[in-house]
């Protein structure tokens, strides 16, 4: 599965911003997805997670009732809206595929297959 990450940008605080995630190769339905970011000097977080229908999802504490992870099998692609931005989102966000786990992780071990990442940045 091959991943790329989009809609990353400057935005200021309280703004909204998508993310989407095209994916190519495998059937992109059979496998989990998830986004995670890595801010400046920091380690990689996990951010939301869904599984491969689109009916279960998980959220950080620090995003949950801002963000929303969606997908779209038919266009394997996955989705991530961000509202309410705040500075301390800014950082890039990767989008993650798992195809050997049923639960929803928010390890990065569990996701085989990695996007390369697109900036999101929030002024104050």
């Known amino acids: 599965v091959q991943l790329q990450a989009s809609g990353g940008g400057l935005v200021q605080a309280g703004g909204s911003l998508r993310l989407s995630c095209a994916t190519s190769?495998?059937?992109?339905?059979?496998?989990?997805a998830a986004w995670f970011r890595q801010a400046p000097g920091k380690e990689r977080e996990f951010v939301a997670a869904?599984?491969?229908?689109?009916?279960?999802?998980s959220y950080a504490d620090s995003v949950k009732g801002r963000f929303a992870i969606s997908r779209d099998n038919a266009k394997n692609t996955v989705f991530l809206q961000m509202n309410s931005l705040k500075p301390e989102d800014t950082a890039v966000y990767y989008c993650g595929a798992a195809g050997g786990i049923l639960w929803l992780s928010k390890f990065m071990s569990d996701y085989e297959y990695w996007g390369q990442g697109t900036l999101v940045t929030v002024s104050s």
């Open positions: 190769g495998r059937t992109f339905a059979n496998y989990n």
């Open positions: 869904i599984n491969w229908s689109g009916s279960r999802t």
